[in-house]
């Protein structure tokens, strides 16, 4: 349920803090915008549920490790890794990746997602669109 803060902006109560755990995520509607909220290392990150590529549910895909190369000491690529202190979120059409800390693609970062404000106040969250 919403309520309005200003003339353009309005407050929506999104759910309990408890509802967004370590690197768990929650999607909600916030008016006719639907919003993915994550959570990693305490830090609330939210989008739009549309992905910049062709409008893709990006926020209900698979949360994953973000891919690193393995370097020798020529700095040739000598295999990959996962980042296990890092997530990415894989879009569910077409598979495009974006990190959930920045909202930037993996391997364009001049493409984003578009983020959402969001606020966490006594044990609610709250997303302001
Ligand atoms: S719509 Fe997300 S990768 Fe194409």
Redesign the pocket.
């Known amino acids: 349920m919403g309520a309005r803060c200003s003339a353009a902006a309005v407050r929506w109560d999104a759910g309990a803090s408890a509802d967004v755990p370590e690197r768990g995520r929650l999607v909600v509607d916030a008016g006719e915008t639907s919003v993915g909220i994550f959570r990693i290392d305490g830090a609330l990150h939210a989008y739009e549920n549309r ?8 926020c209900q ?1 698979l949360m994953v490790p973000r891919v690193v190369e393995l370097l020798d000491e020529r700095r040739a690529i000598i295999g990959s890794a996962f980042d296990e202190t890092d997530l990415n979120i ?7 990746e974006y990190s959930i800390r920045t909202g930037r693609h993996a391997g364009k970062p001049a493409i984003a997602l578009r983020r959402i404000p969001v606020e966490e106040v006594g044990g609610r969250i709250y997303v302001i669109a």
């Not at 894989?90 to 495009?96: F, I, T, V």
């Open positions: 992905c910049a590529h062709a409008g893709g549910p990006i895909g894989a879009c569910p059409w077409h598979g495009a």
